[in-house]
């Protein structure tokens, strides 16, 4: 493990000279510091995460299409990139025969929206479709209307 030092600990006792109990870290300070400014050559700071070593670190592995995801084995850890959601569904139904488990999405619970919102029509695209339709139909009752009072 690193040890930090205060700066200049080494030129006065009071700071540490010779004293293990007085050299403690202390944030450097001041317009021209050094140490500070994080300058080439001067001593490290202390900083959240400096040289830990992260114990039982998992690689993930990010996916962008499906031929990725066939050649993967089942212990890595998977996470989907920025795919759309064609795209994600087709991931998420071979993920789910192949039983591989995927961080950053619930295949099962994304599965099952995806079944409700085809059973009840509630797409975008289905209800645009639905609307041109209705209004396709209504001009030609209009039409017929037109000609039978014409008659």
Same mark, same amino acid.
């Given at each position: 493990?690193?040890?930090?030092?205060?700066?200049?600990?080494?030129?006065? &006792?009071?700071? %540490?000279?010779?004293?293990?109990?007085?050299?403690?870290?202390?944030?450097?300070?001041?317009?021209?510091? +050094?140490?500070?400014?994080?300058? /080439? %050559?001067?001593?490290?700071?202390?900083?959240?995460?400096?040289?830990?070593? /992260?114990?039982?670190?998992?690689?993930?592995?990010?996916?962008?299409?499906? &031929?990725?995801?066939?050649?993967? +084995?089942?212990?890595?850890?998977?996470?989907?990139?920025?795919?759309?959601?064609?795209?994600?569904?087709?991931?998420?139904?071979?993920? =789910?025969? =192949?039983?591989? =488990?995927?961080?950053?999405?619930?295949?099962?619970?994304?599965?099952?929206?995806?079944?409700?919102?085809? +059973?009840?029509?509630? &797409?975008?695209?289905?209800?645009? /479709?639905?609307?041109?339709?209705?209004?396709?139909?209504?001009?030609?009752?209009?039409?017929?209307?037109?000609?039978?009072?014409?008659?």
């Amino acid at each position: 493990m690193v040890k930090f030092l205060r700066r200049t600990s080494n030129r006065y &006792s009071k700071l %540490g000279k010779g004293r293990k109990k007085k050299q403690v870290w202390r944030r450097p300070t001041g317009r021209d510091n +050094k140490m500070r400014e994080r300058r /080439k %050559g001067y001593p490290a700071r202390v900083e959240v995460g400096y040289k830990t070593e /992260k114990k039982n670190q998992k690689k993930f592995i990010v996916i962008n299409n499906v &031929s990725e995801l066939e050649k993967i +084995k089942k212990d890595v850890q998977i996470i989907i990139g920025n795919v759309g959601k064609k795209k994600k569904i087709e991931i998420g139904k071979i993920a =789910k025969e =192949k039983k591989i =488990k995927i961080q950053n999405l619930n295949v099962g619970k994304f599965l099952k929206e995806i079944d409700k919102k085809k +059973k009840t029509g509630s &797409s975008k695209i289905d209800q645009t /479709k639905e609307k041109k339709e209705s209004g396709k139909t209504d001009k030609k009752k209009i039409e017929n209307k037109t000609t039978e009072k014409k008659k």
